[in-house]
């Protein structure tokens, strides 16, 4: 914080100077405006750089200070699970090293956080749970080298709902709403929704199996992307499911989104599907795209709604009236932009078997893979952890479940299940080589039997839940609660991943935020960016927590 008023208290004294100029009848040079920390975005900090307004060490500081009063004391979100204990070093380090030769990169000096199940050779990858709260992996998660090259700083790591389900685990236990502290964030990237939303950070990753990234940015108000499913390595990512896990940015806007995406996106050999989804990568980009030297921000332009045909999912309706009526502001919005837009019902039978029941009829049995490859993950942790499921089921039935934070019963059944299942029994075969085409055949169908551009919904017909988890819960008899299909699944559950993105489209009478989501083909990232990024700037509907006010001196 000292740092910031220093840099204030440099302005004011640039002020004395050009008054004095104007006496001697020098045109006055126009004083830097003071860099404000809350809802400051990367490129406000590079602004700020540039002039000399901030240093990396002075924002840092300021950082650290906002979770010292919202982690560790006042409302306690519990959104981070390790704070880098050299993140001032390192930015001490990355503040020379521009002085010296400039900048690396757009990321240079900002700082991100990382969902606590993407590994970081410098601090322990827990994966949300208390067994690994002390594991500290050999080596960097691809994405995680990728953002060090780019000269971003490390913040620590975000708390996260465990083994990425939910928004409790038995480290930190549970993470609070930003907006309301009886309501949760949504899973699994709880961490990361809401440390980006009380402007703990600037940039976020999370991960998104079914709906880990948009869920959570949807129930705190910011931007979350789940992009075309490969393009961001899994190396190095704890699984959940390989099928259809994906890391995702997480930021306050489109703009920063696109710029975290940048670092994030590019082939790599030890991620035998993102060899796969970029030798498919369309058109003349597909060599820039692999070497990670694709610029989404390209996409980001005013217009960029203008004619484009979107289909409106009227399945996702329904739900909380406050939602409906947010929501069709947004398509008011969407059609004042140029958006042509028609309403979609999908077939009743997709729904029932692959929304409505696509826990039973495709997660279930996707998830027959789980075991082998978490045991396979547990040998880069290092030799002082537990190498097999059973060790886990072990020590939670006897140890965790004895604690104050028992495990939550998702999380067991995740685990025993395994036990008996492989990914050669011949549902999995089936799921694999049947289901999951036809899901992809008859998601493509949709677009093109509508000729649509992209889909559009509200991304949740409720806002965030009350907290409910194996070690308390509260009741909030405001919470309208939905039974009508959601739409998470939608976007991976599928032999393709496809590409979805929330935007902030304002805020119920609670307070509480939600999103507006657009969904697209494969590989149609960068228009979705483009047509998030069009209705964002038009309307500017995020807005940061009144429980989380700046701090004396940002």
């Not at 992009?227 to 896990?245: E, M, Q, V």
């Not at 390209?298 to 999912?313: E, F, K, N, S, W």
């Not at 492989?422 to 493509?444: C, H, Q």
């Amino acid at each position: 914080m000292t740092g910031l008023a220093t840099a204030g208290a440099a302005a004011g004294a640039g002020a004395v100077t050009s008054a004095s100029a104007r006496g001697r009848g020098r045109p006055a040079r126009p004083r830097p405006k003071p860099f404000v920390l809350a809802e400051a975005t990367v490129a406000d900090i590079r602004r700020a750089y540039a002039t000399g307004r901030l240093t990396c060490v002075e924002l840092t500081e300021a950082y650290l200070a906002r979770m010292a009063a919202y982690e560790e004391s006042g409302i306690r979100l519990n959104s981070m699970t390790t704070i880098n204990p050299d993140a001032l070093r390192l930015a001490a380090r990355l503040d020379r090293e521009r002085s010296h030769g400039g900048a690396r990169d757009p990321l240079h000096g900002i700082p991100v956080v990382l969902k606590d199940n993407v590994d970081t050779v410098d601090m322990a990858t827990s994966n949300g749970s208390v067994i690994l709260r002390d594991a500290y992996p050999n080596d960097d998660a691809f994405l995680t080298r990728r953002l060090r090259r780019r000269g971003a700083l490390i913040l620590g790591k975000a708390s996260m709902g465990e083994f990425a389900g939910g928004s409790y685990n038995t480290v930190d236990s549970q993470v609070t709403n930003p907006y309301h502290l009886k309501r949760g964030t949504g899973g699994s990237s709880a961490g990361s929704g809401a440390a980006t939303a009380a402007n703990l950070t600037v940039l976020a990753v999370g991960t998104d199996t079914s709906t880990s990234v948009r869920g959570p940015a949807s129930y705190c108000g910011i931007v979350g992307l789940r992009p075309t499913t490969g393009l961001i390595s899994r190396d190095g990512i704890a699984p959940k499911n390989l099928t259809f896990d994906t890391a995702g940015p997480m930021a306050r806007t489109v703009t920063d989104v696109a710029l975290l995406f940048n670092a994030l996106a590019a082939e790599d050999p030890a991620d035998p599907l993102s060899v796969e989804t970029y030798r498919n990568y369309p058109g003349r980009d597909r060599r820039r795209a692999a070497d990670g030297r694709l610029d989404h921000t390209r996409h980001l332009r005013r217009g960029a709604l203008r004619g484009a045909r979107l289909g409106v999912m009227r399945d996702f309706f329904g739900g909380d009236p406050e939602i409906d009526a947010l929501a069709e502001r947004a398509l008011d919005t969407l059609r004042s932009l140029g958006a042509e837009l028609v309403d979609v019902t999908l077939d009743p039978g997709f729904v029932d078997y692959y929304l409505v029941n696509g826990g039973t009829n495709i997660r279930r049995i996707a998830d027959y893979r789980f075991r082998a490859e978490w045991e396979q993950y547990l040998t880069t942790l290092g030799p002082d952890v537990p190498t097999t499921v059973e060790d886990f089921v072990r020590i939670y039935e006897t140890e965790v479940n004895e604690s104050p934070l028992p495990v939550e019963a998702s999380v067991l059944d995740l685990l025993t299940r395994s036990l008996s299942t492989s990914a050669d029994m011949p549902a999995f075969v089936d799921l694999m080589e049947n289901v999951l085409p036809e899901a992809t055949r008859l998601k493509l169908a949709v677009f093109d039997d509508n000729r649509l551009d992209a889909m559009v919904f509200p991304y949740t017909s409720s806002f965030a839940s009350p907290i409910s988890n194996p070690a308390f819960s509260v009741e909030d008899p405001t919470f309208v609660p939905s039974d009508r299909p959601q739409s998470a699944t939608l976007a991976g559950y599928s032999s393709v991943g496809f590409p979805g993105i929330v935007v902030p489209m304002g805020f119920g009478s609670q307070g509480l935020p939600m999103t507006i989501s657009f969904l697209g083909r494969p590989y149609s990232d960068g228009e979705l960016l483009g047509y998030a990024y069009d209705y964002e700037q038009e309307t500017g509907l995020r807005a940061p927590s009144s429980l989380t006010p700046p701090l004396d001196g940002e």
